[in-house]
């Protein structure tokens, strides 16, 4: 392959996995501020698979309302520093980094240039390249909505779809937090959210946690499967609903409850931040949280990868793997 090329998952139209092809596009040159990073794994996520689908329709003010702007998907990556930019200071040629690109999206490539400021940090020995792309996108979601939460040492605090990316980074951070956690999952998980913490595991397929009688002091829906009507009698007084994947029904319910009840809907967007990823980074190296990964791909089946995720029974994350020939 020329050395100014690079292989690259391509897509030109929104639609089904199919849409994404492995293709041969130019290789990026760093700007002053910017590192080039070898790829070495990408993470495969619920935000990609929408992102590729433009679903909801709002996706496309993002990517583009006919067609996608940026024709390379992907946000969570690990890899090498192959070369930086005459100002760049904090990082050198053969750091080992994993971070985020953003709204820039390109992670599905053998490189990718980033701003030195961007939301980036050298990787954990302890941690494998894969372990590293999957850490950040579960593990910043679910600090940012139990931070909202507001989540004290001592509370009840249950996560609902306690197996997903999101679900397992919530298990360990909250129990990191020192709260008392229940993890809501299906049988096949079960033992996956005990061994990441869960002080409780409950079985939606054989029970509803809504009906048991026990209230929280948090719930945490990491998968956009319950609503706050249906758990707001399972939540204390002050209580506080967390909701990753809110709906047009839930933002109503935020501004009502704001307006009329001590307990409390909190949604929205997780909003990045280069601090998070230092936190967690310290997590990972003192063993208080760890990445999981269900399924690796190569990259070539990359289209094989957003159709497992899309299904929505992975346990905790995806990745796909770049095998680079130099």
């Known amino acids: 392959m020329n050395s ?3 292989k690259a998952i391509v897509y030109t139209k929104y639609g089904p996995p199919e849409v994404l092809k492995l293709k041969e596009v130019e290789k990026p ?3 002053e501020n910017e590192v080039l990073i070898k790829i070495f794994a990408a993470a495969v996520t619920s935000g990609d698979y929408r992102m ?3 679903d909801p329709f709002a996706v496309r003010f993002l990517t583009g309302l006919i067609r996608p702007s940026k024709t390379i998907l992907g946000v969570d990556l690990s890899g090498e520093i192959e070369s930086v ?3 760049v200071k904090l990082y050198k040629e053969g750091d080992q980094v994993f971070g985020s690109t953003g709204l820039g999206f390109g992670a599905y490539a053998e490189y990718k240039c980033l701003s030195e400021e961007a939301v980036l940090a050298k990787k954990p020995a302890n941690i494998t390249f894969e372990e590293a792309a999957t850490l950040f996108f579960g593990g910043h979601t679910a600090l940012h909505f ?3 939460g507001n989540i004290q040492s001592g509370q009840k605090v249950l996560i609902y779809g306690a197996s997903g990316a999101v679900g397992s980074a919530a ?3 909250a129990r990191y937090f ?3 956690v229940t993890g809501v999952c299906s049988t096949t998980n079960l033992e996956l959210v005990k061994s990441l913490g869960a002080d409780k595991v ?3 397929t054989k029970e509803d946690f809504t009906k048991n009688s026990e209230i929280y002091d948090i719930i945490f829906d990491t998968v956009g499967k319950t609503s706050f009507s249906r758990c707001k009698g399972s939540l204390k007084q002050k209580g506080i609903y967390l909701t990753a994947n809110a709906s047009p029904a839930d933002y109503f319910q935020m501004i009502w409850t704001s307006m009329s009840s001590s307990k409390k809907v909190i949604g929205g967007i997780a909003h990045e931040r280069t601090e998070d990823i230092f936190f967690l980074r310290e997590l990972i190296e003192e063993g208080k949280i760890k990445s999981v990964i269900d399924r690796r791909y190569p990259m070539e089946q990359t289209a094989e990868a957003h159709s497992y995720v899309e299904k929505g029974h992975k346990k905790g994350n995806v990745v796909i793997t770049m095998k680079h020939n130099n």
């Open 202 to 204: 409950i079985d939606y």
């Open 178 to 180: 020192r709260a008392e």
């Open 29 to 31: 040159t760093p700007k």
């Open 146 to 148: 139990l931070r909202k």
């Open 85 to 87: 930019g005459k100002d």
């Open 171 to 173: 298990v360990q951070l």
């Open 52 to 54: 590729r689908k433009a």
């Open 4 to 6: 100014n090329k690079m």
